[in-house]
């Protein structure tokens, strides 16, 4: 099984900064990454994915706050998060999936259930 391990979260104040790594799925074939989070009582939410070809997707909360990149040589994609608000509160994943045969890429980008290998998550918790 595939296994990933995530880093870099931590406690910020709201419009504070982090970047998340995760280590270990970035150099499979065609495969897309993806970040989730899951605060506690609530399900968990895409929040930004990147494919092969440079595509990426991001949930329209954090839409010109965070920025997704992968370095496949480095075998790692990154989440740059800015300005973070409380609602960002939460723990965050990386994740696998492959191509999705005759599936538009911005169709499943963000959802959860379609991914197939998960990291162990990183905790960011944002204080106002």
């Known amino acids: 099984q595939v296994q990933a391990v995530e880093s870099g979260g931590g406690s910020v104040q709201a419009g504070g900064s982090l970047r998340l790594s995760c280590v270990g799925f970035?150099?499979?074939?065609?495969?897309?990454l993806g970040w989730f989070r899951q605060a506690p009582g609530k399900e968990r939410e895409g929040v930004a994915a990147?494919?092969?070809?440079?595509?990426?997707c991001y949930a329209d909360s954090v839409k010109g706050r965070f920025t997704i990149s992968q370095d496949s040589a480095q075998n790692t994609v990154y989440l740059l998060m800015n300005s973070l608000e409380v609602e960002d509160t939460g723990m965050y994943y990386c994740a696998r999936v492959p191509p999705l045969a005759g599936r538009p890429y911005n169709r499943y980008c963000l959802n959860p259930s379609e991914y197939r290998d998960w990291g162990q998550g990183t905790q960011v918790t944002v204080s106002s």
């Open positions: 990147i494919n092969r070809a440079e595509i990426t």
């Open positions: 970035g150099g499979y074939g065609s495969s897309s």
